[in-house]
């Protein structure tokens, strides 16, 4: 059995028996008044000169202005001119030739006899960089006969006085062994730190899950248990939900088996076809398997890349810690008694003291009845005696 439709109504609301006329206008009422507010259209009758003005009615005429005349400007500099009188013009000048000298017709004297120049002898140009070069030279020159000068003096051999008294002889001392240490590397120090941290967080990790791996049961509760209150309430009986869709499907069957069948004419087309066709599904399939095949290789060599650039840092920490061990200091073997130090004399002849040559003596030599000047007072210290 099918169910009626539907049909919508209006709730019955109390504000429809409360209704009150509105105080307002609504806009058709506006309107409608302020077409009857609006004075009726009356049309004139038509003006037939329109048809034989030629679109000139109602537009005023105006008349063709005459052409313009020109004048002159009334000018200060006229009314000046005018008071001034115009300056005659000058006489023109009569042209006189003058007499002609008999001399021009006489013939001319014979050149005098010049006798040739001599050739031009060329002089060096007087050039700044021939100056600057002997400038240069002589310089040059100067700086190596100082150097030379120097060198002489320096190769002059001055011997110390020789020392009075007894020779000084040496005295080992007795200075400790150099022990070798590690160098206070602070890398080593941040991975000992480093290391030591780690290890306290695995022990807290391992810790913690020790304690997560320990069963721990609930106590028991103290005191007497809660009883529990009788209800006079009946079970709840399941049953099934009559569901609308149900019923209309069992109508639909009914009806389909008290319908008489449907005569199905003969098909005229032929038969369809079986042909081969492709997919998109196997169509991404290969997509997808190519796809795949460049990421697995994409990785293979990423990882090769990773492994290279790993084996890399290996070698270069090893060769680090190679050349760390092999800059530690090692001392030199303490030595023996049978190879003590043996402190032998000299077979060198003893040094000559020899007084040097010096200017003043020569002058001294010179000028022996001069008195000697009174030396001047300077601020510079006497130099000591030897």
Known sequence: MSLPLTRATSPDLQTKKRFRPSMFKSSEEKEKEVFASMPKFKALPFNKKILTAGGTLGVPRVEKAPPTSPHTPNLRTSLRAAKHPAPQPEPEKQFKARRLDPEILKEP???????PRPPTQPSPFPLNTENRGKKHRQELSEKLREEKEEEERARHFKARPLPIGDPMVPVLGQHDLVEPEPFPLATEERG??????????????LRQEEEARKFKAQPIPVGTPKAVRPTSREPI????????TEMRGAEHQSELHTSQP???????????????FELNTDRRKTERQRFEEMLAAKETSAQAAMQERKRIVEHVLAEIARIRRESVFHAQPILRPSHQFQLAPSGAPLTVPASPNLHTKSRAVRSPQQAPKTPRRSSMRPPPPR
């Open 109 to 115: 004297d014979p050149l005098p006899d010049i006798p």
């Open 237 to 244: 009986v399941v049953q099934e939900f009559p569901l609308m």
């Open 192 to 205: 000992e730190k480093h290391r030591h941290e780690e290890e306290l967080r695995l022990a807290e990790q």
């Open 262 to 276: 449907v005569p199905v004419a003969a098909l005229q087309q032929a038969l369809t076809e079986v042909a081969e």
